[in-house]
């Protein structure tokens, strides 16, 4: 993730396309609940995502997302931007830390080492106060992907969920007529269905009272995923699995030791098997 940046109300990712933004949101909220011993909606309102050319605008959103605070007056001037701690620049800058935010990959565009790379780099960003901003880049289509990449053609193929244009998008709708499907976070129904699979077990096995051991590895696994990863409350693993919400504790405890010892467990709360 090259770096979020959140202004207000609003927050911004730039992530790969194996992780959506609405799993970056989903994600932080179930950690931020967590955390605070609190529940419901962290985000109001639904995202909006789209799917990016990497190599006609990563440095250009890169340097749009970074400079939201100060073209929005969060800060006075860019030696204030290099502190803001509620932006990824100042990570890029070395002045902060932030979980699941890559830096080399991003110096790495403009300079050989990290030094030189993060100097180039705030040389860009400063760059961009003086230059014209060309579009608003929260979204795709025709007009903003021909404004920022002059190579390609008006006649080419676009798309309003994609930057970019031509082949990259040609390649993305596929003979489907969509952009690649996004992973992300399963309901309740679809967790009990994938560890019901994954453990070749009936569906229904789980849903019903029974002391089984192979039942109960199968039920503490989807207490932990569904808790930590969905923020399903107890009361209502309670219900669905039969158990009483001690048991639930118990058990999600009990998922969490064995989702560390096998951790692509965790992939069964984030996309079907197929």
């Not at 403009?110 to 780099?121: M, S």
């Not at 994938?194 to 503490?220: Q, S």
């Amino acid at each position: 993730m090259p770096g979020p940046c959140s202004i207000i109300i609003s927050i911004f990712f730039f992530a790969p396309k194996r992780l959506s933004s609405a799993n970056s949101c989903a994600v932080c909220s179930v950690e931020f609940n967590l955390k605070h011993k609190r529940a419901g909606h962290l985000f109001q309102n639904r995202y909006k995502s789209i799917v990016c050319d990497k190599n006609a605008y990563f440095l250009e959103l890169i340097r749009y997302i970074h400079l939201n605070p100060l073209r929005a007056s969060m800060v006075p001037d860019i030696d204030a931007l290099d502190q803001y701690p509620w932006a990824g620049h100042a990570v890029l800058m070395g002045n902060r830390s932030l979980q699941g935010q890559t830096t080399e990959e991003v110096l790495a565009l403009f300079g050989d080492t990290l030094k030189t790379g993060c100097k180039a780099y705030r040389q860009f960003i400063h760059a961009g106060l003086n230059a014209p901003q060309h579009t608003n880049l929260s979204g795709g289509g025709k007009r903003r992907s021909l404004a920022m990449s002059p190579a390609l053609d008006k006649d080419d193929i676009f798309d309003d969920r994609i930057l970019g244009g031509g082949a990259f998008v040609e390649n993305l709708l596929g003979v489907t007529g969509n952009p690649p499907e996004e992973i992300r976070l399963l309901t309740l129904d679809e967790l009990i269905l994938n560890v019901a699979r994954h453990f070749d077990i009936a569906r229904d096995a789980l849903t019903h009272p029974d002391k089984n051991r192979h039942l109960a590895r199968a039920r503490a696994v989807i207490c932990h995923l569904a808790m930590r990863h969905l923020g399903v409350k107890g009361k209502e693993l309670s219900q669905r699995l039969a158990i009483t919400s001690a048991g639930v504790s118990v058990a999600a405890r009990r998922g969490a030791k064995i989702a560390q010892s096998h951790p692509q467990l965790v992939d069964l709360a984030y996309r079907s098997k197929s």
